[in-house]
């Protein structure tokens, strides 16, 4: 497959399988945004930034371990044949109310869809509703005045902001203290967030410090199931994991989604998917940030306390055309990929140093000496023509 790409964003085409072993060629086109200042409605913008840099052939860390163990994901690998939602993916930072240090508040994402129904009538539905609770650094405090070996959880110290990520968030992973060679290097490990906070082992109990590190980011519906006080018998309400960024494909309930890796599958089907992979193992976001049927030009998103202020941002009107032909004289088959991934990178300070991903893919039919052009839908030539002539 020779691609030509006809437009100044990073793509790639590249030979695959799918689950039955035929062959595809699966695209993958990106386009980095840049905002610009809201508009007399209050809605920000996105239009292409300059700087377009490159592709991700693996995945991107917030730390330098590399290790999904330890550490959360701040961007994926481009290299994914399709998805069968979009994402929608934040990292973000959670800000106080007027920017002053307050010990616990809300902050959510917001996804609506505007349309017309058959009157004319001009109606919204709501894709995305997320809120999450955010807590300053609070712990259960080892409490003998309570009796004997209690921990209870102490007030969260007011703070202005906190970086939305899983490090934060419920989960963990306990270290087994055993020395011994063939000891599981772990008391418990949480599957669906091994990096988080707040998983307690009754062997932890009986040889932790006086403190033990309580959750910083909840579901809101969940707050109130902090459990104020612990013990060996009454360890922590399990939470759901609560975030907005990228859950690991290691990570549950991402993992389970492969299918059966048995040894019948390795001996029959191997290297090939097994029967049972649920294709939703590409979508990297929680479930509730996943949109089927994939995001629409026009679609709105809120973000309330993830600035100073409420942001709203509206998909903007890109589209991509990919025309194949396997032979010269040929005509030219026409397919549109698909948005799946809108990937928000709001972590600065200045909105100025903000920038929003958006992924569209395809599977195309396979062919070797196959011609594969990426074009620009005519909405984002004309805007491109525009800047291109100021």
Known sequence: MLLHNHTPFPAIAWPS??????????????????????????????????EQGELYGEDVFYDDQDDPQTTSVAAESDYCSGKPHTDILLNAVAWAPGIQPVASWTCGLQMLRLYRDRHRHLRTVTLIDKTLQVYGPHHWQLNRALGYRRWQLTEPEPIRRLPIRYEYAYGGCIPNPDPAPDADPYLACHAGNPVGCGLVHPIQLDQAPQQIPAPQIVLAEEAG???????????????????????????????????????????????LLPDDFDAAHQN????????????????LILLHQLYRKLIVLRIP???????????????????????????????????ADWSVSL????????????????RVGAALRASLTGAADA
Not at 226 to 243: D, E, F, H, K, M
Not at 284 to 299: H, K, L, S, T, V
Request: glycine share 6%.
């Open 225 to 271: 199931q902090l459990r104020q006080t612990i013990t060996r018998r009454r360890l922590p309400v399990p939470l759901r994991v609560a975030g907005l960024g990228i859950i690991h494909r290691a990570w549950q309930p991402r993992r389970d989604k492969t299918g059966t890796m048995d040894a019948d599958w390795l001996a029959s089907k191997a290297p």
């Open 359 to 374: 992924s569209w893919r395809k599977q195309l039919p396979a062919a070797t000496e196959a011609r594969l052009d990426l």
């Open 284 to 299: 990297a976001a929680p479930e509730d940030q996943q949109i089927p049927g994939y995001a629409r030009p026009g679609d």
């Open 317 to 351: 009107e890109i589209a991509f055309i990919a025309g194949w032909r396997v032979q010269p004289t040929q005509a030219y088959q026409p397919a549109l990929p698909d948005l799946d991934t809108v990937l928000l990178d709001l972590q600065a300070e200045d909105p």
């Open 17 to 50: 399988l799918d689950q039955q072993g035929r062959e595809q060629t699966s695209l993958v086109v990106r386009v980095t945004c840049a905002l610009q200042a809201p508009d007399e409605q209050g809605i920000w913008s996105l239009r292409p930034a300059p």
